[in-house]
Nanobody, 124 residues
Framework: QVQLGESGGGLVQAGASLRLSCRAS????????MGWFRQAPGKEREFVAF????????YYADSVKGRFTISRDNTKNTVFLQMNSLRPEDTAVYYC?????????????????WGQGTQVTVSS
């Protein structure tokens, strides 16, 4: 069973940066596509970014493109989300997710394993 644990969230001012981490245990992390999603209060969970298993290919939601960077360290079973130029609309609970079938998808239902989430709050 794969377990995911996020960290790195917090309260920051607009324009600041945060780096989220998600460490995996169990399974074969280096073969999984890893994704980040977020959910703001009263809104549906939305895709943020994914990275394929080798870390070569990435994909971003338009809303974060150019500001967020997803990366991974397969030697540490960890995926990261570097978030720069944060905006109040980035406020949400951020979740990492694992897709063992390596589909490279933006759809949350294609990801089989999820972390508990970490809160990111950006004040104006």
């Amino acid at each position: 069973q794969v377990q995911l644990g996020e960290s790195g969230g917090g309260l920051v001012q607009a324009g600041a940066s945060l780096r989220l981490s998600c460490r995996a245990s169990g399974g074969t992390f280096s073969t999984y596509t890893m994704g980040w999603f977020r959910q703001a209060p009263g809104k549906e969970r939305e895709f943020v970014a994914f990275i394929l298993s080798r870390g070569i290919s990435t994909y971003y939601a338009d809303s974060v493109k150019g500001r967020f960077t997803i990366s991974r360290d397969n030697t540490k079973n960890t995926v990261f989300l570097q978030m720069n130029s944060l905006r109040p609309e980035d406020t949400a609970v951020y979740y990492c997710a694992a897709d063992p079938f390596r589909r490279g998808t933006t759809l949350s239902h294609d990801y089989d394993y999820w972390g508990q989430g970490t809160q990111v709050t950006v004040s104006s």
